[in-house]
Structures are given as structure tokens and as C-alpha cells.
Nanobody, 125 residues
Framework: QVRLAEAGGRSVQAGDSLRLSCAGS?????????MGWFRRAPRKEREFVAA????????HYADSVKGRFTISRDNAKNTAYLQMNSLKPEDTAVYFC?????????????????WGRGTPVLVSS
């Protein structure tokens, strides 16, 4: 069983930066898991944000965040991160991390078996 816990979400102003973290707990190492970040804005479906592969640290981003967000991982800390710069009001959402054992860099929710409960980000203009 993989348990994921997001942290770092809070209220910020447009243009600010924020770093979210996703920590794995228990005896499972996340080093064998492709990690993804998704978000769900009010009244919208959950959407893909970014993903990083388990083996060679390849990453993939949604067009809406490319150049502003960076996904990374620290296997020694069993944690994945999402660095968010130049935040916009449209980035307001609950952000979820997800994990898939040795998975592909997939941009849909069905590609990930394990999910955290989310952390809210509110960007004010």
C-alpha cells in the first residue's frame, strides 16, 4: 500500500511562487514509482499538471504550466515536489499527487493507482 501526503498549499498573490511536496509514508520507497501532479479547479474536472518518470527523471507538463512549473523528486527523502512560479489566478485548485509503479509518463488519472488527498492552492489577483 502506497500512502501519499501532499503539503505546501496556501493562499498567495498572483506572481508569487509556491512549492508543493508529496511525501510517501510507510515502508514503500517511491523510487520505483512514476509520480504525477494533478489539480481540480472549482467546478472543473481533475486535470493533469506534470509527471516525472521513475527511472531517468524524464518529465512531462501540461501546456498551461510549461515554463512556470517544475516537477522533481528526492528519492532519499521519499518525496516529490512541484515548484510553481509566476502563479496565476487560474492556477487556483486543489492539487493532488499520484503514483504508479514503474509507470509511463501518463497525463490521465487512470494511469495512476495511488493518490493523496490533495492540498489547496488559492491565487488571488
Amino acid at each position: 500500500q502506497v500512502r501519499l501526503a501532499e503539503a505546501g498549499g496556501r493562499s498567495v498573490q498572483a506572481g508569487d511562487s509556491l512549492r508543493l511536496s508529496c511525501a510517501g509514508s510507510g515502508r514503500t520507497s517511491l523510487s520505483d514509482y512514476t509520480m504525477g501532479w494533478f489539480r481540480r479547479a472549482p467546478r472543473k474536472e481533475r486535470e493533469f499538471v506534470a509527471a516525472i518518470s521513475w527511472d531517468v527523471d524524464h518529465s512531462h507538463y501540461a501546456d498551461s504550466v510549461k515554463g512556470r512549473f517544475t516537477i522533481s523528486r528526492d528519492n532519499a527523502k521519499n518525496t516529490a515536489y512541484l515548484q510553481m512560479n509566476s502563479l496565476k489566478p487560474e492556477d487556483t485548485a486543489v492539487y493532488f499527487c499520484a503514483a504508479e509503479y514503474r509507470g509511463q509518463l501518463l497525463n490521465y488519472t487512470g494511469g495512476y493507482a495511488y493518490w493523496g488527498r490533495g492540498t489547496p492552492v488559492l491565487v488571488s489577483s
